[in-house]
């Protein structure tokens, strides 16, 4: 439909960019860039009008987001040239054909199209052999000054090749090179620069991409104080094993494996280190924390394999968020059978009995009710009291 209404308003529509680059890898992907070449909003408006979806306009960019109603989501954009006029300065922006459009593009595997109208319909447009390097496997930029005009580019060159064990083209590894020793990267934002790491972090193979950061000399710009050796390449291995390790729990927990990554990336840091990190990049409060946490994760090891007792692992614990629990296993996988102890019983482990009932046997409130509560927890986390009488009685002898 979008294509016949393309031809009926003599444009021509592309889908573009990721979306190709998957196709032809046979590889899944659901974002959907759609060019055009004529009014890119007002073809949207009279798309939106046939499918009845959701739509968002950014007339300042010249595109628009159309929002199905089973969540599928199409940006649409209308042909265009950008000009750059300083490092990573946002560029300015011109109409132009699918293939000023396409040369605009990072990476000749992403600068690849289908054509959806016409009797083209179905065709692929590739101007710039991005079907050659992608059956070749090979990362090449498009034009010298690409990194310049955008150097997040370098990382979603690093973010391809791990994902795809592409490799880089000598003349674009040489381009990396020489802006990543211009400092390029230094132009970006710290808040650019760590949702790029996240990215990386994020995708298929975060072990392959931090190697390749490191690789180029970038892992520097990240923070000086990042050790990345074969170690550190090692504990990260395991990340996998011990995400497999909770699968067969049962349990269900959110949070994000990246961070799990992140954590092992700055393992090693000192507090100093860790809390100009946390500041450089302004990191959340619970982001923060879990980093925090590697400080205290070689005592916390040591702590838990002396514990006899399930209130020692218990109270060892009871701090921890799950991703901290996790590194823990990364390190130490010989603590499983603790962690899964504290995972599945311990920390669903309560008491009845309150301060009502200490009052009911005739005391005043006082500091000594948060001891004698916790003395009955102990006793019934380490199994020697079971039901509601037992606590009771328990609490009234040991008060
Ligand atoms: N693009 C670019 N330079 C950038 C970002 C994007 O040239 N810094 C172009 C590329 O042609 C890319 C397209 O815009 O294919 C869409 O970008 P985006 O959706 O962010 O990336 P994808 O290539 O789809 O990558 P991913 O699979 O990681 O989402």
């Given at each position: 439909r979008a294509g016949a209404l393309a031809e009926s308003l003599g444009y021509n529509l592309y889908i573009v960019g990721g979306f190709v680059r998957d196709l032809l890898l046979s590889q899944t992907n659901?974002?959907?860039d759609l060019v055009v070449e004529g009014d890119g909003i007002e073809f949207a408006r009279r798309l939106n009008k046939e499918l009845r979806g959701e739509l968002d306009i950014y007339h300042e960019f010249g595109t628009a987001v159309l929002t199905l109603e089973d969540g599928l989501k199409l940006d649409i954009a209308t042909t265009r040239v950008e000009y750059?006029?300083?490092?990573?300065?946002?560029?300015?922006?011109?109409?132009?054909?699918?293939?000023?459009?396409?040369?605009?593009?990072?990476?000749?595997?992403?600068?690849?199209?289908?054509?959806l109208n016409g009797h083209s319909f179905g065709q692929l447009v590739d101007y710039f052999n991005g079907r050659e390097d992608l059956e070749r496997g090979i990362i090449r930029l498009l034009h010298n000054f690409s990194l310049y005009d955008d150097p997040t580019?370098?990382?979603?060159?690093?973010?391809?090749?791990?994902r795809y064990g592409f490799k880089f083209e000598p003349r674009t590894k040489e381009l990396i090179k020489q802006a990543v020793n211009l400092d390029v990267i230094e132009k970006l934002s710290s808040n650019r620069l760590f949702t790029k790491l996240q990215l990386g972090l994020q995708d298929k193979y975060p072990i392959k991409f931090i190697n390749l950061l490191k690789e180029e000399n970038i892992l520097i710009y990240i923070s000086k104080d990042i050790i990345w050796d074969e170690d550190k390449e090692e504990l990260a291995t395991k990340v996998a094993e011990v995400l497999e390790w909770l699968k067969t729990?049962?349990?269900?927990?959110?949070?994000?494996?990246?961070?799990?990554?992140l954590m092992v990336?700055?393992?090693?840091?000192?507090?100093?280190?860790?809390?100009?990190f946390n500041q450089k990049f302004n990191l959340n409060k619970n982001l923060s924390y879990r980093l925090f946490f590697?400080?205290?994760?070689?005592?916390l090891i040591s702590n838990l394999k002396g514990t006899q007792d399930n209130s020692e692992i218990y109270y060892l614990l009871e701090g921890c968020a799950i991703e901290d629990l996790l590194l823990l296993l990364i390190k130490d996988f010989t603590l499983k059978d603790k962690v899964k102890l504290y995972l599945e019983e311990l920390r669903w482990i309560d008491i009845?009995?309150?301060?009502?009932?200490?009052?009911?046997?005739?005391?005043?409130?006082?500091?000594?009710?948060?001891?004698?509560?916790?003395?009955?927890?102990?006793?019934?986390?380490?199994?020697?009291?079971?039901?509601?009488?037992?606590?009771?009685?328990?609490?009234?002898?040991y008060i």
């Open positions: 659901l974002d959907l750059y006029s300083g490092i990573a300065s946002l560029p300015e922006v011109e109409l132009g054909c699918i293939q000023q459009d396409l040369f605009r593009r990072d990476f000749s595997i992403n600068a690849l199209a289908i054509q580019r370098i990382f979603r060159g690093l973010r391809f090749a791990s729990l049962n349990l269900s927990f959110k949070f994000d494996e990246w961070v799990l990554y990336l700055i393992w090693g840091m000192n507090h100093k280190q860790v809390k100009e590697t400080l205290e994760l070689d005592n009845k009995v309150s301060g009502e009932d200490i009052i009911e046997f005739g005391y005043k409130p006082g500091p000594f009710f948060q001891d004698a509560l916790k003395a009955v927890k102990k006793a019934k986390l380490d199994g020697k009291i079971e039901n509601h009488k037992e606590e009771q009685d328990y609490l009234r002898n």
